[in-house]
């Protein structure tokens, strides 16, 4: 399944951005039921998971993400969203979004936080 993230870009510190990811050659009723999450690797640091849906429809957040990044999906649009306010330089990473179920992984999309 191929996943296409976008939204990624150079924001200061404090502000926002909303990433988006896009499978719009997945089977709604599949995508529907899908735990889908968004990931993010800084450099020199190990991937690390940010958000994601479970398999139940849970959300679980990174404890340093909680409060200001929000996961969202539309079934319809075979989306997921990652809306992200407060941006700090430590939230500089590439962001990827990867199907949980079958550990697919979209392309990344690079967010830069300046000081």
């Known amino acids: 399944v191929q996943l296409q993230a976008s939204g990624g870009g150079l924001v200061q510190a404090g502000g926002s951005l909303r990433l988006s990811c896009a499978a719009p050659?997945?089977?709604?009723?599949?995508?529907?039921?899908?735990?889908l999450g968004w990931y993010r690797q800084a450099p020199g640091k190990e991937r690390e998971l940010v958000a994601e849906?479970?398999?139940?429809?849970?959300?679980n957040y990174a404890d340093s993400v909680k409060g200001r990044f929000t996961i969202s999906r539309d079934n319809v649009r075979r989306s997921v969203y990652l809306q992200m306010n407060s941006l700090r330089p430590e939230d500089t990473a590439v962001y990827y979004c990867?199907?949980?179920?079958?550990?697919?992984w979209g392309q990344g999309t690079l967010v830069t936080v300046s000081s």
């Open positions: 050659r997945m089977i709604l009723s599949v995508f529907s039921g899908n735990p």
């Open positions: 990867r199907d949980n179920s079958t550990n697919s």
């Open positions: 849906f479970s398999n139940s429809g849970a959300t």
